[in-house]
T-cell receptor, first 115, second 112 residues
Framework: GAVVSQHPSRVICKSGTSVKIECRSL??????MFWYRQFPKQSLMLMAT?????????EQGVEKDKFLINHASLTLSTLTVTSAHPEDSSFYIC???????????FGSGTQLSVL | QKEVEQDPGPLSVPEGAIVSLNCTYS??????FMWYRQYSRKGPELLMY????GNKEDGRFTAQVDKSSKYISLFIRDSQPSDSATYLC????????????FGPGTSLSVIP
């Protein structure tokens, strides 16, 4: 299957700092990427849909100024958690959809811990 | 009613058993159906991908889709301890603008 690379896998930061997470599709072009948040023993919660060359679409209740998404190329999307606070601590996962079809391929996730 | 429903488990079976995982859905527009496996603190891995109704087999895994009943299943034969994970069903109507909707996941433990 297609490979999606997500970095970093783990980050610990102080409250008030910003953290950037990268999501790359390595062997296919992804016009659409998705960002999710997942709490322990819970399912994926879609945060936003990222389309190459256009503004991201955020789900209800997700602060777009808090979670900045950039999808500058067909293989790269980034999520920046601005002024992170302890309540932002979570597991963040990206996925990329192949151009033809509906298959989603996921990154390995980023565990964010804000102290 | 949620768009996709899935028994969260946990489901515990002995090694070698046949496992049946199921999802029901309410949106008749869904045409693409997927099953993902997620290990703890990892991203989900695509296991099976099917279009419309019917069966699909891949090794020990069989996916079934019954669109008339709005019901999909994943069967795991000869289950192994390494199959212990959370299994997520997912589905989409199929246009480039459609979101993929996930079930809440079923936690499976295969006991040696």
């Amino acid at each position: 299957g297609a490979v999606v690379s997500q970095h970093p896998s783990r980050v610990i930061c102080k409250s008030g700092t910003s953290v950037k997470i990268e999501c790359r599709s390595l062997d296919f072009q992804a016009t659409t990427m998705f960002w999710y948040r997942q709490f322990p023993k819970q399912s994926l919660m879609l945060m936003a849909t990222s389309n190459e060359g256009s503004k991201a679409t955020y789900e209800q209740g997700v602060e777009k100024d808090k979670f900045l998404i950039n999808h500058a190329s067909l293989t790269l999307s980034t999520l920046t958690v601005t002024s992170a606070h302890p309540e932002d601590s979570s597991f963040y996962i990206c996925s990329a959809r192949e151009r033809q079809g509906q298959k989603l391929f996921f990154g390995s996730g980023t565990q964010l811990s804000v102290l | 009613q949620k768009e996709v429903e899935q028994d969260p488990g946990p489901l515990s079976v002995p090694e070698g058993a046949i496992v049946s995982l199921n999802c029901t859905y309410s949106n008749s527009a869904f045409q693409y159906f997927m099953w993902y496996r997620q290990y703890s603190r990892k991203g989900p891995e695509l296991l099976m991908y099917t279009y419309s109704s019917g069966n699909k087999e891949d090794g020990r895994f069989t996916a079934q889709v019954d669109k008339s009943s709005k019901y999909i299943s994943l069967f795991i034969r000869d289950s192994q301890p390494s199959d212990s994970a959370t299994y997520l069903c997912a589905m989409s109507a199929g246009t480039s603008y459609d979101k993929v909707i996930f079930g809440p996941g079923t936690s499976l433990s295969v006991i040696p």
